[in-house]
């Protein structure tokens, strides 16, 4: 099977602007069978996809495909040693055949297809050349109903029957099978460092692994829904994909212990633990969780609070709160200079006025 893309494209309106479709094509060589299909881009996971597709078409998978050099095949193009994507080696792998890409600038490598898209140009992209299509679904289905009169029309003489009946005759037999497992659409990003915090940097988000694979190299397969790690082949950890940047997915069994147990003081448990210590203690960590600009900076504040708890009695606590409250105070800090100071914790001033004291002075001090 030999495989390109069409150098022409065909005008989509895709939310009332038009889009250049791609046109990728295949055929092989021996009867002429012709396939293909458009996309929006000439990107892995649509090269991909109408490989993909491709197979299906056939109902079966050739000995070998010959590309042409596009980045989204080989990586290093050479005619001894090419190197091979990695997203499309693993589609080679999964359905058992092998890719032999064509030498740079070299057409006669793969002059079916050179063929083919002169032919899909000339029967299929000119007929829709004054149609207009407003989706690219809608594209297909007419590429699709004009690449069925191609392959079953008459060839020239002195050939006789049609692309669709030599390939049924012919080549048929020589397919292997598709594989029972769908393949699953992805790309592969090679060579990954763990960082420090035992996360992998996925498009601008944060992924972890086990802490034992800090600073080593990882794999990553990445699909429209998930992401998934390996090292040295054994998958080490499953994300579900986030989109858009500075997402953080952390699994608490890749954790270190130290993290871990961090990681369990979800503003709930520590309002549940303040809760248990007292009325005042739990109103006045409920202040310091909601006047942040983050959660985990109250968290951390309020860790503060309850670690007092372990180092005073609960009463002089309860009371410092009711007087850092008062104060319109809003750190653990505060609390922790009331209980150090050893001053007594008196009950603050009452809102309805300012009480009595001696260096008060009454209103007849002003007559």
């Known amino acids: 099977m030999q495989v390109d893309y069409a150098g022409d494209t065909v005008a989509v309106m895709d939310d009332g602007t038009a889009r250049a479709a791609q046109i990728f094509v295949a055929c092989l060589p021996c009867s002429g069978l012709i396939y293909a299909e458009a996309s929006w881009t000439q990107a892995t996971e649509d090269w991909l996809r109408a490989h993909v597709r491709l197979f299906a078409f056939l109902d079966g998978v050739p000995a070998k495909v010959v590309p042409d050099n596009l980045k989204v095949g080989v990586t290093h193009a050479s005619y001894y040693d090419p190197v091979i994507n990695a997203s499309y080696a693993a589609l080679i792998k999964h359905y058992g055949t092998a890719v032999v890409p064509a030498r740079s600038r070299k057409p006669r490598d793969k002059p079916g297809v050179e063929n083919s898209v002169l032919q899909a140009c000339r029967w299929l992209l000119a007929p829709l050349r004054h149609r207009q299509f407003f989706a690219l679904s809608e594209l297909n289905q007419a590429i699709a109903l004009l690449l069925a009169e191609l392959n079953d029309k008459p060839m020239a003489p002195p050939r006789e029957g049609s692309r669709r009946s030599l390939f049924e005759s012919v080549e048929r ?62 998958r080490t950890a499953s994300h579900a994909r986030h989109t858009g940047q500075n997402h953080w997915s952390t699994l608490g069994e890749h954790m270190p212990p130290a993290h871990s147990a961090v990681a369990k003081r979800t503003p709930d448990w520590v309002r549940s633990q303040a809760a248990a210590v007292g009325v005042a203690t739990a109103a006045y960590v409920e202040r310091l969780l909601t006047g942040r600009d983050h959660i985990e900076q109250g968290v951390r504040s309020c860790l503060g609070i309850l670690r007092l708890a372990t180092r005073y009695p609960v009463e002089q606590l309860e009371a410092a709160c009711v007087r850092a409250m008062a104060a319109g105070a809003s750190s653990s800090g505060f609390v922790e200079h009331l209980l150090k100071s050893g001053r007594p914790l008196v009950d603050p001033v009452a809102e309805d006025g300012i009480g009595h004291h001696g260096n008060i002075r009454g209103p007849g001090y002003y007559h």
């Open 173 to 234: 037999a020589a397919l292997e099978r598709l594989p029972v497992e769908p393949y699953v659409i992805g790309h592969w990003a090679i060579g990954a460092t763990v960082n420090l915090d035992y996360h992998v940097a996925v498009e601008r988000n944060f992924y972890s692994v086990p802490y034992a694979l800090v600073r080593k190299r990882v794999d990553v397969f990445v699909t429209r829904t998930a992401v998934q790690i390996f090292h040295r082949g054994e």
